[in-house]
């Protein structure tokens, strides 16, 4: 068996090398892409009702909700005062939805053989951790958002649920059974490669 030789320090540095690595330990192959990009119309429709119970979800317990008392960056309009006046209709939980519903919809439709991809999910990571990665909002001073990795993970967790069953509910004559089982294990794979992309911010391995 070959034994391929990883440098612990170039993955820590180099975006690239890291997603070589990750994309190799999992497999990810053309073919996940290939048919993430095929469920992709069927499972699209499901992205707005999934945010909306993310945030739902988010604001089932004080310590998730209370990120949003905060001001994210690019925004603007009114903030609540208390944590009782911030609801699901507030006007940041509305902007927010809509940077997520991007995310999510770039998930199943980015090409993954284009390192900008990577370099978008990695900045998503960092952007998360209290340090901006576009140097447009330090120039401005605009605040990015501080979220424990703790709940990062979580909801990715919960994302992958709502993922894997929207796709396995897909009617048979858009879905083969035997692609499902392909397209679940290949979201499964993406979303741990995010996942990586957002703990390497917060643990520096």
Same mark, same amino acid.
């Given at each position: ?88 209709? $507030? /006007?940041?939980?509305?902007?927010? !939805? &809509?940077?997520?519903? @991007?995310?999510?919809?770039? %998930? *199943? ?63 048979? $004559? /858009?879905?083969?059974?035997?692609? !499902? &089982?392909?397209?679940? @294990?290949?979201?499964?794979? %993406? *979303? ?14």
């Amino acid at each position: 068996m070959f034994t391929q030789e990883v440098d612990p320090l170039l993955i820590k540095t180099s975006l690239e090398d890291r997603i070589a690595y990750l994309t190799d330990f999992l497999n990810f192959t053309s073919r996940d892409a290939e048919i993430i990009s095929k469920i992709a119309p069927s499972v699209n429709d499901a992205i707005p009702s999934m945010v909306d119970g993310m945030y739902a979800k988010l604001f089932e317990f004080d310590i998730t909700k209370k990120v949003f008392m905060n001001r994210n960056q690019g925004f603007d309009g009114p903030l609540p005062h208390t944590l009782e006046e911030l609801t699901l209709d $507030s /006007a940041q939980i509305v902007f927010r !939805k &809509v940077f997520m519903k @991007a995310w999510a919809r770039r %998930v *199943l439709t980015a090409d993954y053989s284009n390192g900008k991809t990577w370099a978008y999910m990695d900045k998503v990571g960092v952007m998360h951790t209290g340090a901006s990665p576009f140097k447009h909002q330090r120039t401005m001073g605009i605040a990015p958002l501080n979220v424990p990795y703790r709940d990062i993970a979580l909801t990715l967790g919960w994302i992958q649920t709502v993922l894997h069953s929207a796709i396995l509910q897909l009617p048979e $004559s /858009a879905c083969p059974a035997t692609e !499902k &089982v392909e397209a679940v @294990a290949a979201i499964n794979k %993406v *979303l741990w490669i995010q996942n990586d992309l957002f703990s390497r911010h917060y643990i520096g391995d």
